[in-house]
């Protein structure tokens, strides 16, 4: 079995959305803890999608708060490049939320995790019974590569987007800290937590 407490997942999410993260932990949009006040980022026609994406359970994509395995997302440069009528957020206003399968599994959440991005015909989802294969499923490789766009592998940014699917709401408790791109950002959600948080500067998890 690999070490869970080193395979790290990430959301990214607005600066606006870790006060209510910090208090109710990453929810869904359907829970009672819901954030009123949340700021979206992404592709909102993709969101939709996974909505009505039905998965081999029955579920669909919607019913879980995604992760991914590494940062530096394509997703990320979409939105910090405003692409696909995305509206454009900057790398200060934009914050990984980090935990871990180790962590996840310590809540008793049920997930499941896929080899590449999730509504894309050609991946695979896998169950918590295939963890113990999980690197050999995932390609970290390619999650961890920083141009995804290669003539002789072009099921490369696939495997990349590779997911981590939690069901239900992530609590606060899960969250292992946060990884910004400047120390304004860093020091604004110090503020925010009112205790030592882990915030991690890190400008080259964007672009």
């Given at each position: 079995?690999?070490?869970l ?22 929810t ?5 803890n ?12 993709l ?78 989802f896998?169950?918590s019974s ?14 961890n ?15 990349k ?24 950002t ?8 009112g ?13």
């Amino acid at each position: 079995m690999p070490d869970l407490t080193k395979i790290y997942l990430y959301r990214m999410t607005h600066v606006k959305n870790i006060q209510h993260i910090l208090e109710h932990g990453i929810t869904h949009i359907v829970s009672p803890n819901k954030n009123p006040d949340y700021v979206p980022i992404g592709d909102g026609r993709l969101i939709n999608s996974r909505n009505n994406f039905r998965l081999p359970n029955r579920r669909t994509l919607g019913e879980y708060i995604p992760f991914y395995f590494g940062g530096r997302m394509p997703m990320l440069y979409v939105i910090q490049h405003g692409y696909n009528g995305v509206n454009i957020a900057g790398p200060h206003d934009i914050v990984y939320c980090i935990t871990s399968i180790a962590a996840i599994e310590a809540c008793g959440m049920e997930y499941i995790f896929t080899d590449g991005h999730a509504v894309d015909g050609l991946s695979s989802f896998y169950l918590s019974s295939d963890l113990e294969n999980i690197e050999n499923v995932v390609d970290f490789k390619a999650v961890n590569i920083s141009n995804w766009i290669d003539e002789k592998d072009l099921d490369l940014k696939r495997r990349k987007e590779a997911e981590f699917l939690v069901l239900g709401d992530v609590p606060a408790t899960a969250i292992l800290g946060f990884i910004v791109y400047d120390d304004e950002t860093k020091n604004q959600i110090m503020q925010l937590s009112g205790k030592e948080m882990k915030v991690i500067v890190r400008p080259n998890y964007y672009f």
